[in-house]
Nanobody, 118 residues
Framework: QVQLVESGGGLVQAGGSLRLSCAAS????????MAWFRQAPGNEREFVAQ???????NQADSVKGRFTISRDDAWNTVYLQMNSLNTEDTAVYYC????????????WGQGTQVTVSS
C-alpha cells in the first residue's frame, strides 16, 4: 500500500504563491504516476497536474504557465508550485498515486485547503 500526506495549503492573496507538498510512503516501487487534483465547493474534483516516474509532466489548461509539478529523485515527495494564484484556484487540493496495472488513480491523500482572497 501507498500512503500520501499533503501539506502546504493556506490562505494567500490573489497574485501570490504557494507550494504544496505530498509526502509518499509505502510500496512506492508500484507507483507509475502521481498527480494533484482539486475540488472547489459545489464542483467535481478536477485534474490539475501529473508527473510520471520518468519525469514526464502535464498540466490542465487552466493552470499552464502558473503551476509546476515536480518530484524529488527518491520519488518520496511530489510538489506543486502555484504562482499567480487567483480566486478560482480556491479548492481542496488532493495528491493521488497511480500504480502499475491500474487505469486511474487508486490512492488519495486527505487533501489540503487552498484559499485565495481577492
Amino acid at each position: 500500500q501507498v500512503q500520501l500526506v499533503e501539506s502546504g495549503g493556506g490562505l494567500v492573496q490573489a497574485g501570490g504563491s504557494l507550494r504544496l507538498s505530498c509526502a509518499a510512503s509505502g510500496r512506492m516501487f508500484n507507483v507509475y504516476a502521481m498527480a494533484w487534483f482539486r475540488q472547489a465547493p459545489g464542483n467535481e474534483r478536477e485534474f490539475v497536474a501529473q508527473i510520471t516516474r520518468d519525469g514526464t509532466t502535464n498540466q490542465a489548461d487552466s493552470v499552464k504557465g502558473r503551476f509546476t509539478i515536480s518530484r524529488d529523485d527518491a520519488w518520496n515527495t511530489v510538489y506543486l508550485q502555484m504562482n499567480s494564484l487567483n480566486t478560482e484556484d480556491t479548492a481542496v487540493y488532493y495528491c493521488a498515486a497511480k500504480t502499475y496495472g491500474t487505469s486511474w488513480y487508486d490512492t488519495w491523500g486527505q487533501g489540503t485547503q487552498v484559499t485565495v482572497s481577492s
